[in-house]
């Protein structure tokens, strides 16, 4: 099994992708599979029609109905025009702030959603906890309708 990462570790990973609205979010979807996976968790995908983009959902507990979602995107607005004095795409700490793309709205609570799976999935959860990560949420939540309809199909 891998190593746990931190909420911020993670959020860390989750800020260097550069997940514009406009562009892929395919490499970031790689990395949250990839690293839910090393710790036993099966994800599944939902494509948008392009093969660009895609949203990822994942289960852990006992398969019954119920229970709670985890659920944000992994778009992000663009940073052209904005005053940006550091790489957007690097998370860094100043203050005891951290800063960089998406870090608040919403890649933050990706990262706490994802630590949260891993740590819930090494308890005896009485109740399902699920993952939802949408696309192009920042233009019109165009993605968040179909990943609902295919979470309905594949969790109890």
């Not at 989750?14 to 996976?37: G, H, I, K, M, Q």
């Not at 819930?120 to 179909?146: M, N, W």
Request: with cysteine; glycine share 8%.
């Amino acid at each position: 099994m891998a190593e746990k990462l931190t909420p911020i570790e993670i959020l860390e990973k989750l800020v260097a992708f550069p997940t514009v609205s406009r562009d892929t979010n395919l490499p970031l979807v790689d990395w949250v599979e990839d690293y839910l996976n090393s710790h036993g968790i099966d994800c599944h995908r939902y494509y948008h029609e392009s093969g660009e983009k895609a949203a990822i959902m994942a289960h852990v507990g006992p398969e019954i109905e119920g229970g709670t979602v985890l659920s944000g995107h992994t778009d992000v607005v663009p940073t052209e025009g904005q005053p940006w004095t550091t790489d957007p795409y690097t998370l860094i700490e100043k203050d005891g702030l951290l800063y960089g793309r998406g870090s608040c709205d919403m890649k933050g609570f990706d990262a706490l959603s994802i630590w949260a799976m891993v740590e819930a999935k090494a308890r005896p959860l009485t109740r399902p906890l699920q993952l939802a990560l949408s696309f192009d949420e920042e233009v019109g939540c165009t993605g968040a309708p179909p990943m609902i309809a295919r979470m309905q199909e594949i969790f109890p």
